[in-house]
């Protein structure tokens, strides 16, 4: 069974510049979620879809990130303007229901300069 | 707000040697902790979960406890070996229809020195 896939693995760019990031669920998972870790932390919640529906977005940072996932399969995630302190690493998981297990995919590290 | 603390946040063991590391969360309707590896490059893999109705689990060289009244959770590994080397991170949530956000912890270095 393939893995949760996401792609790009390493970004940079500049501060102010726009960023997506891109997420493949395992076939068949309907809840979807985005962490971000920052080096030396956990990973923190971002978004959380089940289906193409948001299911929680308390932590997202509504002015710069947006996220999508209009066919209830893949998602993006996407932020603009960037500051530096969004450099992490952005982690998509899936699971087959609420409050099943969490397969990670590999992340984005993204750094802003 | 809901939280995990985790300790400690480095952890050097001879291989051989056991390993524990203790989680304490805040939020008493959390009824589902995973406990999760994480090495360099790599996303967190899932390497044991334990339940509220259950107070011990074991999986080969790895344990975990639960204390629900005091809100404590331990990770135990025994018979340490070089490859056990990596970021563990714990975290709490909640099963069911309801359920899905994880809280983690800090994370904690293991060094397993041969």
């Known amino acids: 069974e393939a893995g949760v896939a996401q792609s790009p693995r390493y970004k940079i760019i500049e501060k102010r510049q726009s960023v997506a990031f891109w997420c493949n669920p395992i076939?068949?998972?309907?809840?979807l979620y985005w962490y971000q870790q920052i080096l030396g932390q956990g990973p923190k919640l971002l978004i959380q879809f089940q289906n193409n529906g948001v299911v929680d977005d308390s932590q997202l940072p509504k002015d710069r990130f947006s996220a999508e996932r209009l066919k209830g399969v893949d998602s993006t995630l996407k932020i603009q303007p960037a500051k530096l302190e969004d450099s992490a690493v952005y982690l998509c998981?899936?699971?087959?229901?609420?409050?099943?297990?969490?397969?990670f995919g590999p992340g984005t590290r993204l750094t802003v300069l | 707000g809901e939280n995990v603390e985790q300790h400690p946040s480095t952890l050097s063991v001879q291989e051989g040697d056991s390993a524990v590391i203790k989680c304490t969360y805040s939020?008493?309707?959390?009824?589902?902790f995973p406990w999760y590896k994480q090495e360099l490059g790599k996303g967190p893999q899932l390497i044991i979960d334990?339940?509220?109705?259950?107070g011990e689990k074991k999986d080969q060289r790895i344990a975990v406890t639960l204390n629900k009244t005091a809100k404590h959770f331990s990770l135990h590994i025994t018979e340490t070996q070089p490859e056990d080397s990596a970021v563990y991170f714990c975290?709490?949530?909640?099963?069911?229809?309801?359920?899905?956000?994880?809280?983690f912890g800090q994370g904690t270095e293991l060094s397993v020195k041969p």
């Open positions: 334990i339940r509220s109705n259950v």
């Open positions: 998981a899936s699971s087959s229901e609420r409050g099943a297990e969490q397969f």
């Open positions: 076939s068949g998972h309907a809840t």
């Open positions: 975290a709490a949530s909640w099963e069911g229809n309801q359920g899905g956000k994880l809280i």
């Open positions: 939020d008493s309707a959390s009824n589902y």
